[in-house]
């Protein structure tokens, strides 16, 4: 297309399409770029690719089906979301959790976090074109994957949380396998910081790259560690702390320049955040239950169910009906991963939810990525893409 | 202490709004369309709190709603603080069945294109004065809102075709400042051409 630019040059651009099966558009992204030689005059995006009807499906199920359904949304870190779906039900609930579920709680949700971050930062620089930190992130994340698999029996969609509680208690040696995975962890982002901070390629590739204002970000509602690069110490876990997280000893990570690198600096000093409190909060974890006891929320024990009447009952209703979240609306937003994750839930008072909205973390950033991304190159837009950590499952949901 | 009651008080005083008491756990007040977007003015730059991110807009339909009372839809806008971290106020405008217009907001927040979008797209709720009111989810050959509750939700339909970025491509290129001399030869006279190339038929 010819077109002319605000001083009134000719130009001849180029419409360029990217994805939705592009091997850097991780999931399925597509955006349309006017391309001026190598450079991006201007880009528009499109999503939708992976929508596979979230809001819809919920709404045909009960309370607990939802669960499952969480676990697709962001699935680096499917046990996130289940926590945070877990927690607006039983804020609406009223639910006090028992010590132990909240200390657990902790622990699995840094860990993911871990997972999540490794996952962004290790495609980030397979997309640039390094595999060495790709296998150099992905060891102590293939140790986390143990653990899940021994705590849930699932690698990838765990739903190990529960409303009221979780599915069930950690394994003999857990704190161990902890313990070596924070280890591998560590280890992981000394030879990272190794391979990264000084080199010159991978600088020269993100330094300044993608850059948004504090202002610009929170306008498009960024949250996260991508919000925190622009310099916003603004952390949920801080501002609106829940399971105690204001009582470990740890610090909001924050960036300067709000560039590409400084998204993917936030995350690996994330972790070294996380691997803090997951440490404490392994000194914290005290033997006790990890459920609430009520067979309105929290189905009995399968013992139980065989040998008391109230049990079976209990599990019967659960299961067939649903439990009752008291009738009403609310939203409320959890620290995940890439940022906020947040459930508006409206609640007609039966055992099937009414309407459940998901607002991902993701979709506000992609849709800034035109900003980020025009005046830059081609090859520029890649790095920008990954170090924004879009996950497709919940940008479509 | 609680300074969101206080703000809602001043909302109370100046526009009109109505407390949800549909959410028992935070503040949500109701607004009518026609204040919307001062509201959302006076939240985000000269409240005491200052509430500078929108983080989410979902619709509701109320359809089956038991003993649902009032217009069939909702649109719930939750804001939150962050110069104030830990406040947050939800506001909630009712749309009737016949009227469906909501103003837009996506002049105070980026993020609310992509949101109303979304709403759109899933209810059919128009957004006036938004200046892209296309699908965002769904694609564009998708016929219905399915967020309804009357749109069936074993419902199928045969989609074929990607959207359609030219148009959309061009408008970006006018807002940043260029003009489009010539379009592209692939842009037909007619911009729903491209649907003609799908196999639906």
Known sequence: MIVLDPNGEKLNLMPLNVGPSHPATHGCLRFLAAMDGETIVASVEEIGYLHRGFEKMVERGTWQQVLPYTDRLNYCSAIMNNIAFCRTVETMFGIELPERCKVLRVIVNELSRINDHFVCIAAAFQDLGGTTPFMYAFNPREEIMCIWEKLTGARLTNSYA????????????????VLAALDSTEKALKDLHACLDRNRIFLDRTVGIGKISAERAISYGWTGPCLRASGVASDLRKDEPYYDYETYDWEVVVGTQGDCNDRLQVRMAEIEESVKIVRQALKRLAPGPVDIVDPRI??????????????????????????????GEFYCGSECANGELGFTIVSDGSGHPYRIKVRPPCLTQFAAFHELVEGGQLADSMAVLSGLNIIAGELDR | MNTVEEIFSVLEEKFGVKRDTRDKWGVCAVVGAAYLHNVVQFLKDSAAIKFEMLVDIAGIDYLTYPNHEGPRFAVSYAFKSVSTPGQRIRLKVQVSEDSLKVPTISDLFANANWYEREVFDQFGIVFTGH?????????????????????????????????????????????????????????????????????KE
């Not at chain 1, 509680?165 to 003999?172: A, F, K, V």
């Not at chain 2, 967020?147 to 408008?171: F, H, I, V």
Request: glycine share 8%; net charge neutral; charged share 30%.
């Open chain 2, 131 to 199: 200046p892209d009111l296309r699908r965002l989810l769904n694609h564009v050959e998708f016929v219905g809102h399915p967020l309804r509750k009357d749109y069936p939700a074993q419902k199928r339909q045969w989609l074929s075709t990607n959207d359609y970025l030219l148009p959309a491509l061009e408008k970006r290129l006018e807002d940043l400042g260029y003009r489009v001399v010539q379009r592209s030869k692939e842009v037909g006279t007619n911009d729903n051409e491209f649907l003609e190339g799908s196999i």
């Open chain 1, 162 to 177: 529960r409303i009221g509680g979780l599915y069930r208690d950690s394994y003999d040696g857990f704190e161990n396998d």
């Open chain 1, 298 to 327: 929290r189905v009995p024990a399968h013992k139980l169910a065989y040998q008391d009447m109230e049990g079976l009952i209990g599990r019967f209703k659960s299961v067939y009906e649903g439990i009752r979240v008291p009738e």
